[in-house]
Every structure is written in C-alpha cells, then in structure tokens.
C-alpha cells in the first residue's frame, strides 16, 4: 500500500506566477488535509477535505488560497499569484474512513520556493 | 502562543540515554499524537494516545499524558543515532474537526 503521494516535490516559482500542488491519498482514505510550514516552524493546518467537500477551510488565507478533492483525481492546492511569503514546505496528510480515522499519514511534502 | 508547546527546544545526548521531550497544550483534546521529521523530509507518525488514557508504549517509546496539567512527555530509551530528528506533539482539540495543531518542535540529536 503506497503511502501518501505530493508532486511536485520541489517547486520554483517566480512572483505572480501559479502554483499546484497536488496530493493522492492513500488508498481507502477519504480525508484529506492540507498543512503549511515555514523554516524552523511547526505544522499549520490549512484544510481539511473529503471528496468533493470542504469541511474546513479555517487556515487558508482568504486570498489566492484555494483547494480541492474531487470525485476523481488527487486533492490540488491552488496558489494564485504567489508571493514570496509564499515560500514554505506543503504537507498533505490523509486518514482513513473508519477505525483509526484521528491518525493521520503525512506525504513527504512539496517545498515551494518563490523568486 | 501555540496549542502545542514543547520543551526543551533542542535536546543533545548520547547514544544509549535516554530522551525525554514535553509537550503542553491549552484546550481540551480528543487526542495526543507524536511526530518525527528528519530534516527535509515529511513526517512520520510515531504514537497516538487518546485523552482518557494515561500512557502509551510503543518499541523503545513511552508517551504519558496528564489532562489534568495538558502536558504529555514523549520518552526514548537507548537513544541511536538514527533518533537525530524534530520531534512533533500534536493535538486533535475537541470540537476541532480532526485537523492537527502542532508545536513548534524538538530538535533532538543523538551523539554517536
């Protein structure tokens, strides 16, 4: 059973360009959630989803920030014109439908870096 | 401040101590859980201790967590090289819809 998926795992962007960062689960998990962290920081929730639903969007900043998972595909984190203060590592954690649903299984990251 | 706190902010030991890495928190939780992080990498989850439960073993792990104080430890024995990493406390707040609020982390390193 793979673990859970992000590609890219590296990204550059310059400023005002587009980033998508995208994330498969692992298999027969439904819950998605969406964490940013910064150098020398901790893990700050963004979002949490299930397919084709956002439960809980109260970590994304209000602007540029969207997200999605849906019916098929991988959950995408949407970056609009970023910024440099965009700049950090994107954690994508999924937890399974039933029984051990609180753990949650971390990707290994994509780190954005912005010019 | 954060919800999860830990201390010390870095710890250095030798190979075959003991480690031992506190964590407080502010609101009441469903859950605990402990992550490591080897730099650059993601994050693997170590142990989950739920919040009627007063400690945990797992392999050379011990979590115990006190709901009276919001404080947990994390406690490895026969500390290995390998170990070197940040170590996460993680809290599941009740009412908080699963998502994880972290700590800023333990920096631990094992002297071979």
């Known amino acids: 059973n793979a673990g859970v998926m992000q590609n890219p795992r590296h990204l550059v962007r310059r400023r005002g360009q587009e980033a998508r960062l995208r994330c498969s689960p692992m298999?027969?998990?439904?819950?998605v959630y969406w964490y940013r962290q910064l150098p020398e920081e901790g893990l700050k929730f963004m979002v949490y989803l299930q397919k084709e639903n956002i439960i809980d969007e109260s970590g994304m900043p209000k602007e540029r920030f969207s997200a999605e998972f849906p019916k098929e595909g991988p959950s995408i984190l949407r970056i609009q014109q970023v910024v440099r203060g965009d700049s950090a590592a994107y954690f994508c954690a999924s937890s399974p439908n039933e029984g051990l649903w609180e753990t949650q299984y971390f990707g290994p990251g994509t780190r954005l870096l912005v010019l | 401040s954060q919800q999860g706190e830990e201390d010390p902010q870095a710890l250095s030991i030798q190979e075959g101590e003991n480690a031992t890495m506190n964590c407080s928190y502010k609101?009441?939780?469903?859950?605990l859980q402990w992550y490591r992080q080897n730099s650059g990498r993601g994050l693997v989850h170590l142990i989950l201790?739920?919040?009627?439960?007063r400690e945990k073993h797992s392999g050379r792990l011990r979590v115990t967590l006190d709901t009276s104080k919001k404080s947990s430890s994390l406690l490895i024995t026969a500390s290995r090289a390998a170990d070197t990493a940040s170590y996460f406390c993680a809290t599941d707040s009740t009412g908080a819809n699963s998502k994880l609020t972290f700590g800023k982390g333990i920096t631990l390193s094992v002297r071979p």
């Open positions: 609101t009441s939780i469903n859950n």
């Open positions: 298999k027969g998990h439904s819950h």
């Open positions: 201790i739920r919040s009627n439960e």
